[in-house]
Nanobody
């Protein structure tokens, strides 16, 4: 079973930046669609961004579009989430996930059910 390990979380002031990494234990990012989700205390898990394995097509949640950038390094089996202009409401545990499904509509990857494999998460805290 694949292991997804997130890193790069931490404490940052509002307006700052962080880059999260998700390393897969096997070849994943070049053959699967990868996604980032987040979950704030007391809230449901929320979609952040996804990148398709075949074309590199990307889809973002409206709340992060223009501030976050998802990317991948196939050689390193790693997907990244560059987060800029961070806001206190971005505070959450961020999870990396891998989907084994193919959907022609990228928006389908914004649903948790599209993903079979999940990392343990990394905490991001944005202070005001």
């Amino acid at each position: 079973q694949v292991q997804l390990v997130e890193s790069g979380g931490g404490l940052v002031q509002a307006g700052g930046s962080l880059r999260l990494s998700c390393a897969a234990s096997e070849r994943s990012v070049s053959t699967y669609t990868m996604g980032w989700f987040r979950q704030a205390p007391g809230k449901e898990r929320e979609f952040v961004a996804t990148i398709r394995w075949s074309t590199g097509a990307i889809y973002y949640a409206g709340s992060v579009r223009g501030r976050y950038t998802i990317s991948r390094d196939n050689a390193k089996n790693t997907v990244y989430l560059q987060m800029n202009s961070l806001k206190p409401e971005d505070t959450a545990v961020y999870y990396c996930a891998r989907s084994r499904n193919y959907y022609s509509d990228l928006e389908r990857y914004s649903r948790s059910y599209a993903y079979a494999d999940w990392g343990q998460g990394t905490q991001v805290t944005v202070s005001s």
